[in-house]
């Protein structure tokens, strides 16, 4: 009789071999996207690669307001480096940067706290959701010459950069401009230097910048902060201080005069005998780091004390503060000896009618004492001299009695600060002579202009290859 096996299928197979039979099975089922995509993609070097020389530059800030970073673009732009230049659209870039065919612009999103979370949580979603826009960036910029931020912010895209150089494109140089320290800003909320959160980014910044390429800083005080405080000494620092660009031009090398302007434009409407005025002017983002009620105190007493010239004030731009601003101004109860203006200006404007300033004004304290205000640049751009609020680095810029004013050393409050603002207020609109000494010193200062800096300082290590 013809016996006949029984059909078990192929259990007693799987049963003796084990779960790495499932393992092999999975790899070489996934052999072709190992194959055509992760092993190619991470031994090419990059769509850049081969290609002309690239940088990406990377600012978490309005490029409308990054005048710095927008400047860098062009300059590397004349050196035929290709700019991928990535960075939030709240207001349209100068138009020199959106015509310039060498640099493409990719925006970044804005997060918002549009749901009032606790801070600590939307700082959470906001690094979270700024890790994937960054790392999307950066993976279609991979093959980069140079990847180029700003610092701040560097939370979280110092550590992003460094780890996707490390990991997706070891060819790339990093560099860091140094605007400010993220740690002092971060401090502005907590004002306490050994809050943990304070500490830790201070420890973030220390730690991971000397992962960078190469440095830059407004001032030579940050250079030497960086130095010494945070140990960078296997990098080169370069100082590159900021001039204003060729949109910035005084009054009197312009193709209109100042009376023109002064008639013709809707800032001025409705001001009865606009010439008698002293223009002073200050642009701001109206937030906690400058504090207007100094210079509304100023005006007051101004206001109030008989004999003096009367004053328009024009304060440009927009932020959180600027209703409670606005406001202030409104509970003061000014005479029309001192005017005020607030105003948002487009790119175009803002030089024109800043041509037209008797003086400027700055309340910038600086959250570390070793950065300084752009607005002085622009002012001294146009020619403009300035009156600022002391801090440890100011003297790099204004120079006391030549093309500015900078108040006494105090006692930081501010009722000290108002005293001394009024005080330097008089003292320009009642001396013609000094008035008129201070602005031949920002005339002169004006003939420093960003281009010729830039080419002195960084063209030469940037024209060859980087080393």
């Known amino acids: 009789m013809v016996e006949f096996i029984k059909y078990t299928g192929f259990d007693h197979v799987f049963w003796y071999t084990g779960p790495w039979l499932w393992w092999l099975i999975g790899l ?6 190992l194959a055509y995509i992760v092993f190619p993609y991470f031994a090419s070097k990059g769509v850049y690669s081969g290609k002309r020389r690239t940088i990406s530059i990377f600012v978490l800030g309005d490029l409308g307001h990054s005048p710095r970073m927008c400047y860098h673009a062009r300059s590397f732009s004349k050196l035929e480096y290709f700019v991928n230049l990535c960075g939030y659209l709240e207001t349209q870039p100068p138009l020199e940067i959106i015509d310039d065919i ?19 949580l939307f700082a959470i979603k906001k690094v979270a959701y700024q890790f994937i826009q960054i790392m999307q960036l950066l993976l279609r910029f991979r093959g980069s010459d140079f990847i180029m931020i700003q610092n701040p912010p560097s939370v979280p895209i110092l550590l992003i950069v460094i780890l996707f150089i490390k990991i997706f494109s070891r060819n790339s140089k990093l560099i860091v401009d140094w605007h400010n320290l993220n740690y002092t800003i971060l401090n502005l909320r907590f004002k306490n230097l050994n809050h943990p959160l304070v500490r830790l980014v ?10 960078a390429d190469f440095h830059i800083t407004v001032t030579k005080s940050m250079k030497k902060f960086l130095r010494d405080e945070f140990g960078f000494k296997g990098s080169p620092i370069t100082v590159l201080y900021d001039r204003p660009g060729p949109q910035f031009k005084p009054i009197t090398e312009l193709d209109i005069s100042r009376s023109e302007i002064l008639k013709n434009h809707d800032i001025f409407d409705g001001i009865e005998n606009i010439g008698e005025y002293k223009i002073l002017m200050s642009s701001t983002s109206f937030t906690p780091d400058e504090d207007f009620n100094v210079l509304l105190g100023a005006l007051k007493k101004y206001d109030l004390t008989p004999k003096l010239p009367p004053i328009l004030l024009i304060v440009t731009g927009k932020g959180p503060l600027k209703d409670q601003f606005l ?14 203006k607030s105003a948002w200006l487009s790119s175009e404007d803002y030089p024109l009618i800043l041509s037209t300033a008797d003086l400027g004004v700055s309340l910038h304290t600086s959250s570390s004492g070793i950065d300084l205000p752009m607005k002085i640049v622009d ?3 146009c020619g403009v001299p300035v009156v600022s609020l002391d801090f440890p680095s ?14 006494q050393k105090a006692d930081d409050s501010s009722i000290q600060h ?9 003292q320009a609109f009642t001396d013609d002579h000094l008035l008129q ?4 010193g920002a005339i002169l200062e004006s003939n420093l202009r960003w281009d010729e800096n830039w080419a002195n300082t960084l063209n030469s290590r940037f024209s060859y290859d980087f080393k």
């Not at 100011?394 to 108040?407: A, Q, S, W």
């Not at 108002?418 to 008089?426: A, F, Q, W």
């Not at 000494?437 to 031949?440: A, E, F, N, P, T």
């Open 379 to 381: 002012f001294f751009g």
């Open 394 to 407: 100011i003297d790099e810029l204004v120079k006391e009695g030549v093309n500015g004013l900078i108040t």
């Open 418 to 426: 108002t005293e001394e603002i009024y005080r330097l207020l008089v």
């Open 102 to 120: 060498n640099v493409d612009i990719s925006p970044i999103s804005v997060v918002k706290n549009s749901q009032n979370l606790p801070y600590i």
């Open 437 to 440: 000494k201070l602005r031949d």
């Open 28 to 33: 070489y089922l996934c052999l072709p996207l």
């Open 202 to 211: 201070k420890t973030y910044e220390k730690v991971l910048g000397k992962f």
């Open 327 to 340: 406001s202030r101004v409104t509970e003061l109860k000014f005479s029309n000896k001192v005017i005020i």
